[in-house]
């Protein structure tokens, strides 16, 4: 082709025909702009093809990791609110003196409530390998990116709390030493944490009831823990909250970008 064009040009040159030659040359040119365009506007389609591509399948992995954090937030609601409601029995038995309950009632209580810790654990691997590749541009709808940095801001702002409730159940487990094994004996057998068919005289059980009783100090751990539990369910369903939208969001963009 290149060297079509330059036999024609020749040609002109050699009979002396400049008017037609520059009709020429500016044609050429033309045509070889129009060549470079419609090369760049195929490059710029390629482009977008290959970023709406890339953004569709970050989509999807961040749905997967959604669902599977989803899963996990509500198995954690479930527990914690379980924590909140025995925590808040303990509190009541402890300030109303209350031997009537059973030892096993207690025990529960203790292990289910005072002594027990949840957290969430998402799933981020598709967000974090975003952020680590600096290819956050990918996504182009302006309220997920911003409420997936919320999320993402939420999730850290979280973990001061669950270093906070560990503490706090540690020091718990440590007053309780004394009582908890005797009043939850039942629980840790449940818990397969003991394998033992022992079973303490009513004396004893008696004798660990009224020490749970009169451990002011233990009563006023678990104060701090159950307002710090309480706090903490709140977190867990806003967060909740949040992987509901991100999912209700996921699933337009995808649906739209399937009808394009």
Same mark, same amino acid.
């Given at each position: =082709?290149?060297?079509?064009?330059?036999?024609?040009?020749? !040609?002109?040159?050699?009979?002396? !025909?400049?008017?037609? +030659?520059? @009709?020429?040359?500016?044609?050429? /040119?033309?045509?070889?702009?129009?060549?470079?365009? /419609?090369?760049?506007?195929?490059?710029? &389609?390629?482009?977008?093809?290959?970023?709406?591509?890339?953004?569709?399948?970050?989509?999807?992995?961040?749905? @997967?990791?959604?669902?599977?954090? !989803?899963?996990?937030?509500?198995?954690?609601?479930?527990?914690?609110?379980?924590? @909140?409601?025995?925590?808040?029995?303990?509190?009541?038995?402890?300030?109303?003196?209350?031997?009537?309950?059973?030892?096993?009632?207690?025990? =529960?209580?203790? +292990?289910? *409530?005072?002594?027990?810790? &949840?957290?969430?654990?998402?799933?981020?691997?598709?967000?974090?390998?975003?952020?680590?590749?600096?290819?956050?541009?990918?996504?182009?709808?302006?309220?997920?990116?911003?409420?997936?940095?919320? +999320?993402?801001?939420?999730?850290?702002?979280?973990?001061?709390?669950?270093?906070?409730?560990?503490?706090?159940?540690?020091?718990?487990?440590?007053? *309780?030493?004394?009582?908890?094994?005797?009043? *939850?004996?039942? =629980?840790?057998?449940?818990?397969?944490?003991?394998?033992?068919?022992?079973? +303490?005289?009513?004396?004893?059980?008696?004798?660990?009831?009224?020490?749970? =009783?009169?451990?002011?100090?233990?009563? *006023?751990?678990?104060? !701090?823990?159950? /307002?710090?539990? /309480?706090?903490?369910?709140?977190?867990?369903?806003?967060?909740?909250?949040?992987?509901?939208?991100?999912?209700?969001?996921?699933?337009?963009?995808?649906?739209?970008?399937?009808?394009?």
């Amino acid at each position: =082709m290149i060297s079509l064009f330059r036999k024609i040009r020749q !040609k002109l040159l050699s009979q002396n !025909k400049v008017t037609r +030659y520059l @009709v020429y040359a500016l044609g050429e /040119i033309l045509l070889v702009t129009i060549g470079i365009l /419609i090369a760049l506007q195929i490059n710029t &389609w390629n482009s977008e093809r290959q970023e709406n591509q890339e953004e569709i399948e970050t989509l999807k992995a961040l749905r @997967v990791d959604f669902l599977q954090s !989803k899963d996990n937030v509500e198995r954690t609601i479930f527990n914690q609110s379980r924590v @909140v409601n025995f925590n808040s029995k303990l509190l009541k038995a402890l300030i109303e003196e209350d031997i009537s309950l059973h030892p096993d009632t207690l025990g =529960m209580y203790i +292990y289910r *409530g005072a002594l027990s810790y &949840w957290k969430v654990e998402p799933t981020n691997g598709t967000y974090d390998a975003l952020i680590s590749s600096g290819k956050t541009s990918l996504l182009k709808n302006s309220q997920f990116n911003r409420l997936l940095a919320e +999320y993402a801001a939420q999730l850290k702002f979280g973990f001061e709390d669950e270093d906070e409730s560990i503490d706090l159940t540690t020091i718990l487990v440590e007053k *309780g030493a004394v009582f908890s094994p005797i009043l *939850g004996n039942e =629980m840790l057998k449940e818990f397969q944490l003991i394998d033992t068919e022992k079973s +303490y005289p009513a004396s004893e059980l008696n004798q660990a009831k009224s020490k749970l =009783m009169e451990d002011e100090s233990f009563q *006023g751990v678990l104060v !701090k823990k159950a /307002i710090l539990e /309480i706090n903490r369910l709140d977190y867990h369903q806003s967060i909740l909250s949040k992987l509901n939208v991100l999912l209700e969001l996921i699933d337009q963009e995808l649906d739209l970008k399937d009808k394009s």
